[in-house]
């Protein structure tokens, strides 16, 4: 297998500076699946090329034993394309010859290192079943031209028609480090294998790989299933880490969002309408422990707290400062923490914790409520929280109210297509929240019950939707 990097650059034979290989000699290297070499077929002050070339032995590969300590693993044929292909052998070796490149270091020209150049990268060959279309899907949006040539299966038979191998050359301005760790991360995401074992390693790879690129990517979620070879826990952990990665302060813009969607919703009032019909929800069912999850600043916990029938209230939230707030206002803490009377602070706990993971502080309770919490959350993280609270945690009664985005063409201030808060990932309408709370009781076996909250409008429903999910 052959990979070529080409710059453009005068003098272009920096090239050899930043991947720490003279452009006058021939390099190569013993690895475990065979041997790699690296020359230059070109090295002018305009133009100047380094090829890294692979010969890859299948016959000792499958006398290796298999293994996460074994780096070749065990193939299960002696006759197969990996010798020809570019596959993870290239990702290992590219890891392993570019090191120091691909770490962003030039001891000599550091600011060599971090300088955008014209760089052109060529793979000579390249599974992909997905098809021309997928390699563009994974490429373009980095900002790279993308060039891709198929090859037919065998030319003296043209009847057979193409195969699923691919030429593919990728140009843009961009620092080496960045075009290798994308060359590093994609292509075994293409070729949809790894050579070795899958473990929590890899995970750990992949995010530093993918630090700053990865979770604002498109196809993210495609690329993380297909480089952990669709192993599904590890796929989960490392989506629900990059949708922290792609919104890492919680608190950030917090109130700014939320006194927008106030405002939208203040005429009706909406707020106080929830609140007093998610409390009601909670008598109907007999509750008697409850948790809030994503509490916020406690306003719910206030007026749950109210009625003494509850015994145990809990409010989780990630974000520190929107507990801080709901401390003072229950009173826990704050000049006016005194006036809360023993048995009072005895029924309220406030606990800090993401939605993303299983946690057993939230086992064993009556009911939660998931007030305007899930439109919040990407595919990715909602995916994780459902299984956080429906299969671990399993309350025996789940309260979720979310917008109706029917409704929406009912609020004057609000453009066509436009979100209540500018942090919301979507807003279901009624048939789409229909459909998640049935694929819910099909999954985890809760039967839902629906309720509209706020004026009900005879075309576009209520402004705001509730299921009372239960086992």
Not at 8 to 19: C, E, S, V
Not at 40 to 55: G, I, Q
Not at 404 to 421: C, E, I, M
Request: charged content about 25%.
């Amino acid at each position: 297998m052959l990979l070529t990097i080409t710059s453009h650059q005068p003098p272009a034979t920096d090239l050899g500076y930043l991947l720490h290989k003279n452009p006058d000699r021939l390099h190569s290297f013993d690895l475990s699946f065979g041997q790699a070499h690296v020359f230059y077929p070109e090295a002018k002050n305009d133009c100047c090329t380094a090829a890294l070339l692979l010969e890859i032995d299948p016959v000792g590969l499958v006398r290796k034993k298999r293994g996460p300590a074994s780096e070749g693993g065990l193939l299960d044929q002696y006759v197969n394309d990996r010798p020809y292909v570019a596959s993870s052998f290239l990702s290992v070796a590219i890891a392993r010859i570019f090191a120091s490149a691909l770490g962003g270091r030039a001891k000599e020209r550091k600011e060599l290192a971090e300088q955008p150049m014209p760089l052109t990268a060529k793979i000579s060959a390249i599974p992909c079943r997905a098809g021309e279309s997928f390699i563009r899907r994974l490429f373009e949006p980095l900002g790279y031209q993308v060039a891709v040539r198929g090859h037919i299966l065998d030319e003296k038979f043209p009847e057979w028609g193409e195969s699923s191998y691919y030429t593919v050359e990728l140009s843009g301005k961009i620092r080496l480090q960045q075009l290798l760790t994308h060359l590093y991360v994609l292509i075994p995401v293409l070729d949809a294998e790894k050579h070795y074992w899958i473990g929590d390693a890899e995970v750990e790879k992949l995010l530093h790989r993918g630090e700053g690129w990865l979770a604002a990517h498109p196809e993210k979620e495609t690329i993380v299933k297909r480089y952990l070879r669709h192993r599904h826990h590890l796929a989960r952990e490392a989506l629900a880490r990059l949708a922290e990665e792609d919104n890492p302060d919680p608190d950030a813009n917090q109130e700014q969002n939320a006194a927008a969607e106030l405002e939208i919703e203040s005429p009706l009032k909406l707020w106080q309408q929830r609140m007093a019909a998610v409390v009601e929800a909670l008598r109907s069912v007999g509750a008697r422990r409850v948790l809030d999850l994503g509490c916020g600043e406690g306003k719910l916990l206030r007026e749950i707290l109210e009625d003494k029938s509850f015994t145990e209230v809990v409010g989780m939230d990630v974000s520190h400062r929107s507990l801080e707030i709901a401390a003072e206002r229950l009173h826990l803490e704050g000049r006016q923490r005194d006036r809360l009377p023993a048995k009072q602070r005895e029924r309220v706990q406030l606990i800090h914790g993401s939605l993303m993971y299983k946690d057993k502080r939230l086992s064993g309770f009556d009911a939660a409520c998931v007030v305007e919490v899930i439109e919040h959350l990407d595919p990715p993280r909602l995916a994780a929280f459902e299984r956080v609270l429906f299969e671990h945690a399993r309350p025996k009664h789940v309260i979720v109210t979310t917008p109706n985005a029917d409704y929406n063409v009912r609020f004057p201030t609000l453009l066509h297509g436009q979100f209540r808060h500018k942090d919301h990932r979507f807003e279901w309408t009624r048939a789409e929240f229909r459909l998640w709370a049935e694929s819910i009781e099909k999954r985890f076996h809760y039967k839902p019950v629906f309720a509209g909250i706020g004026p009900a409008d005879p075309e576009v429903g209520a402004p705001t939707q509730m299921g009372v999910l239960s086992l």
